[in-house]
């Protein structure tokens, strides 16, 4: 477990932070700082020989001091971790730091074997400290800092992507010239704040995806198109309504965007305890979903939603079937409908795209600002109300806030 923040620029203590995200990966690296780092780490290195290390061949351990061999050879050596037990191959790499030398472990990831070297590390009296506690020491440009300490949780390439585009300076290069405009150009100014109120959706789901939930009538289809949508079963699919009685999710990407589908229970009027559990637990999930898909059986008398559902797709199922109603007699004029078939793949395509251009209608281009942190969002939002109002006055002073990434960069829920 990590310490509470700590400022370990001006500390002489050794600390050590994991730069990989959770969970399992090919790759972990685990960073330590401190006046005695090389030396700490170097006590549980061992080297291979120099012959052996091109082939990475197991158990060819050099007889070299392993505090000698790192320093002597400075960028970075293989070898193993070995805490007398067990080991692990790693490769250690020494990077220059601010008063103290930083190492880093390149081992092999996964919880169990990143915990077992921070642990092994915690008996010599290494310090975990959190991500961005270690940033703040490493880094200093908060902007870059933040961009870092999320850049392990972007859930999808394009996520990653935007984020990369800050770090290179797009989201400081745009507050720059909206400081410059506010002087010149005011108007000009709250053209471009708009255009990043109106990213802050995509901001918010780098690293948490977007929430669509799938509801309709029992046995619209809804399972069968969640896993449709995913490519393979994710959800139980039966024709006996009421299969599904809580909520299952699964997590995607379309179009290169993090995507959460949910599949909720089918909504009717019941008395089963079990069951009316389920659909007011679906009623909770439309109310705060990012958008719903109202799937409507086309071989089964519609059936509309129960609720006002202001983000809303409607989508006509099991259209490879004889249908007894048409969309135009049923819904309203302008509503977002699409016809698909979860059977035949018909319409799914159509589908995919229409679901992006309601959560994202104008992605971002590459190298364009995007507030990317809760704190930015928030202060681009307040800009742009000051700046509906023309008080350029208000509007200059609120400018500063927007380089303050703010101390929660994650949401409270990383999927």
């Known amino acids: ?17 994991c730069l990989t995200a959770p ?8 960073a330590v700082r401190g006046p005695q780092a090389i030396p700490l780490v170097a006590s549980h290195f061992r080297p291979v020989s120099r012959k052996k290390a091109a082939s990475l061949s197991d158990g060819a351990i050099a007889p070299c001091r392993p505090y000698d061999d790192l320093c002597a050879h400075g960028q970075a050596l293989v070898g193993w971790f070995d805490d007398g037990r067990q080991r692990d191959q790693v490769v250690i790499v020494i990077r220059a730091g601010h008063m103290f030398p930083v190492v880093e472990i390149h081992c092999h990831g996964g919880p169990a074997v990143i915990e077992w070297i921070m642990n092994t590390l915690r008996t010599k009296g290494i310090r975990e400290v959190e991500i961005q506690d270690w940033l703040r020491g490493t880094v200093g440009d908060s902007v870059q800092r933040a961009v870092l300490a999320m850049l392990p949780y972007a859930l999808t390439y394009k996520a990653a992507a935007v984020l990369l585009d800050q770090f290179h300076g797009a989201w400081c290069r745009c507050i720059s010239q909206i400081e410059q405009l506010l002087v010149h150009a005011p108007v000009e100014a709250r053209k471009l704040v708009a255009r990043l109120q109106n990213l802050i959706p995509v901001g918010r789901h780098l690293c ?4 669509v939930a799938l509801a309709g009538a029992p046995n619209a289809g809804k399972s069968t198109l969640l896993n449709a ?4 079963t994710r959800a139980i699919t039966s024709p006996q309504p009421g299969t599904t009685r809580d909520v299952v999710s699964a997590d995607t990407a379309l179009e290169g965007w993090p995507i959460r589908l949910l599949d909720t229970a089918g909504w ?10 389920g659909i007011n637990k679906a009623l909770k999930i439309w109310s705060e979903a990012d958008l719903v898909l109202w799937l409507m059986d086309v071989s089964n008398p519609p059936v509309r939603p129960p609720v006002e559902l202001n983000h809303c797709i409607f989508v006509l199922t099991k259209v490879d079937l004889e249908s007894v109603w048409r969309a135009e007699e049923i819904l309203d004029e302008g509503a977002n409908s699409v016809s698909v078939s979860a059977k035949t793949g018909r319409g799914l395509e159509n589908l995919a795209r229409m679901l992006i251009q309601r959560l994202i209608p104008a992605a971002p281009e590459p190298g364009e600002a995007v507030p990317f942190t809760p ?19 208000a509007a200059r002073r609120l400018v500063p806030k927007l380089y303050d990434t703010g101390d929660r960069l994650l949401p409270s829920e990383t999927g």
């Open 375 to 393: 704190g930015l969002c928030s202060s681009t939002e307040e800009l742009h109300a000051v700046l509906q109002t023309a008080n350029w006055e």
């Open 1 to 17: 477990m990590a310490m509470s923040r700590h400022d370990i620029r001006s500390s002489g203590d050794n600390v050590m932070a």
């Open 23 to 30: 969970g399992v990966a090919a790759i972990g690296v685990i």
């Open 208 to 211: 948490f995806p977007f929430q």
């Open 229 to 232: 949508l995913l490519g393979y």
């Open 268 to 277: 009717r009027k019941t008395k089963d305890a079990l069951e009316l559990a």
